[in-house]
């Protein structure tokens, strides 16, 4: 029962989001895709409202989480209620192809196969103590006994977790794993509704199974940031509106800054990309002004708790390690598929117009120069422990970013003047097979 409980706890979390739905061109997305997208923001609005809680010495209760959260449910369900529900095309090999790979992953995180030790050490136990306490228990986190909890670690995720034991009543680890599920859903439903296409979809899903797989994610917080990422960028990339596009990109880089530490090297790469495509500064400001803030206000909670570690990065930057950090990267990357997963985006990207993947490009190849700085910021030789146990699930990210630009290249319609909605695209494929 706790786990089913824990599970309707994560499925309820986008009716906190359906605020986005109110943006011009969220109303014209697919179902799924405004789903993952509202499902992405309820988590941003939960955890949130949850801190904020916790910062004013309110105790957390269900009563009190759902009158907090009343007035964005409230005012997105007046949006959504009356929206069209057109969503996945079930005739489509590729949305089956989807729906397999999905119903393979789930599998593979309830036979325990790609769960993380990360879940069981202190993803878990974080949330745990923080119900009990009804709150951010900062004295955990700061006994010596927790030291290798990554103290200062973003809490977005075990909020979110607590939120689900908030409701079910005790933690449900196998709910937490469908979490990850849920999370590769989002993200094969936001590339394949901003960029309305099918087979994208179907490559996203395929390559991330695998790497989900590989790199043990289940139950951890890498899919989470990977949705929030492919926020984002997709809102950058395939969202016209300027409105809709600054608002879902601030909530995707907000959410990334508040999951992971990697997080915020991301928001670093997306501003400097930015820059480079030459945005106007008055855009950059206003999409990463929420991140920034966040960011700023959580630095501002570790240090004057105490609890700042590892954001300071693990010693002085060296080339001493220069060329095992980089064929040792290189290996990790190859995720015992022959790099396969590089190879095959990057053959569809070559395939269609680069020049419409510029930004997503800049950011991968900004994201893999900040992997590789960290891992030579390492007093000890990287390949020993370092490299082994965590490129896996770092490379994610670059990796996202070329099933992104994959998607964005042979997005065609990203030529045209006016921009048209998903239904109005899927109109026009159906009207050129017959």
Known sequence: ????????????????????????????????GRLAVSGAAGALIVAVVMGVMSLLGIEWSLARLAVALAVPIIFGLRA???????????????????????????????????????????????AIHFQ??????????????????HRDYPLLLPLLYAWSMTLSGGFGWWAALILSALCLGGIVAIIRSFARDDLAALLTASVFLWCFVHAYVGGGADPPLLLFETLAVCALVFIRDPRTQTILAAIGLAGAVMVKVEGASF?????????????????????????????????????????????????????????????????????????????????????????????PLTIAALS????????????????????????????????????????????????ETEPRSADAERGSHEAARN
């Open 80 to 126: 959504a209620v009356m929206l069209p529900r057109g969503g996945w095309n079930w005739r489509s090999p590729a949305v089956a192809g989807v729906v397999v790979v999905l119903l393979v992953f789930v599998y593979g995180l309830m036979t325990a196969r790609t769960t993380i030790g990360d879940l069981l050490f202190f993803w878990g136990p974080k």
């Open 267 to 359: 928001l670093i790469a997306v501003v400097l990309a930015l820059v480079v495509d030459r945005r106007s500064w008055k855009r950059i400001v206003a999409v990463i002004a929420p991140a920034a803030i966040l960011l700023a206000g959580w630095l501002w909670f570790i240090v004057s708790a105490g609890l700042l570690d590892t954001y300071r990065g693990p010693g002085e930057f060296s080339l001493r390690w220069f060329f095992p950090v980089v064929l040792g990267t290189f290996k990790a990357s190859s995720f015992e598929a022959f790099w396969v997963p590089w190879i095959a985006p990057l053959a569809v990207l070559m395939l269609g117009k680069v020049k419409r993947a510029r930004l």
């Open 1 to 32: 029962m706790t786990n089913a409980l824990g599970l309707v706890a994560y499925l309820l979390i986008p009716f906190a989001g359906l605020v986005v739905w109110r943006l011009k061109e969220v109303r014209q997305l697919s179902f799924d």
């Open 132 to 149: 009990q306490a009804g709150g951010i228990d900062v004295d955990y986190l700061r006994h010596p006994d927790n030291f290798m909890q």
């Open 368 to 415: 893999l120069g900040s992997i590789l700085y960290v891992y030579l910021k390492s007093a000890t030789d990287p390949n020993v422990l370092w490299i082994p146990s965590s490129a896996n699930r770092v490379l994610l990210t670059p990796l996202l970013m070329l099933l992104i630009a994959a998607a964005a290249a042979h997005a065609s319609w990203l030529d």
